[in-house]
């Protein structure tokens, strides 16, 4: 299946801090990539979807102004957790569509997470 | 609201038995079910996905069932083995790149 990256895979920060969070897709292109945030024993939250060349959609309840997302180009999607607080640590999942040949599959791949600790 | 309703939240099998966690939706316009598996500390793992036109898939071990009319679809596990023991959640979305809609999650263990 289609591989997806993020790094850093663990990062742990002082509260104020911000922190940048990349996924990748490596051998494919993702017109669009999802974030999700997963705290322990539940499910995944989507958080926003990232189109390549435009603005982020956010889900009701996330900020967008604390939660930056940049999809710059098509395989590369940024989240970056501004002046991060220890409420905002969890684990943070990036996912990426496959766009080939016109069409827009609907296997989502996902990364293998981001375990953010804000001191 | 939830969209997606996944059932048990845990469940414990024996090694070589049968493995079966449900969901149901309420979107009839969801056209895509996938199941994915997820352990501890990783990213989650698409494991088996239908669309609504059939009504059973069949991938190893693993078998979604689908019921249209019901608006439900399970997961089996035959044959199930200590490495199965993860979370599995099953989600549904629309056609194109819209996003998934995740049930709560069942944490297997299968034990020997």
Not at chain 2, 32 to 37: A, G, H, L, N, S
Not at chain 2, 94 to 111: D, Y
Request: proline letters at 5%.
């Amino acid at each position: 299946g289609a591989v997806v990256s993020q790094h850093p895979s663990w990062v742990i920060c002082k509260s104020g801090t911000s922190v940048k969070i990349e996924c990748r897709s490596l051998d494919f292109q993702a017109t669009t990539m999802f974030w999700y945030r997963q705290f322990p024993k539940q499910s995944l939250m989507l958080m926003a979807t990232s189109n390549e060349g435009s603005k982020a959609t956010y889900e009701q309840g996330v900020e967008k102004d604390k939660f930056l997302i940049n999809h710059a180009s098509l395989t590369l999607s940024t989240l970056t957790v501004t002046s991060a607080h220890p409420e905002d640590s969890s684990f943070y999942i990036c996912s990426a569509v496959i766009r080939a040949g016109g069409h827009t599959y609907n296997e989502q791949f996902f990364g293998p997470g981001t375990r953010l600790t804000v001191l | 609201q939830q969209q997606v309703k996944q059932s048990p939240q845990s469940l414990i099998v024996q090694k070589g038995g049968i493995s079966i966690i449900n969901c149901a939706y309420e979107n009839t316009a969801f056209d895509y079910f996938p199941w994915y598996q997820q352990f501890p500390g990783k990213g989650p793992a698409l494991l088996i996905a239908i669309r609504p036109d059939v009504s059973e898939k069949k991938e190893g071990r693993f078998t979604i069932s689908f019921n249209k009319s019901a608006k439900q679809f399970s997961l089996h596990i035959m044959d199930s083995q200590p490495g199965d023991s993860a979370t599995y959640f099953c989600a549904a979305s629309i056609s194109g790149n819209t996003p998934l809609v995740f049930g709560k999650g069942t944490r297997l263990s299968v034990i020997a």
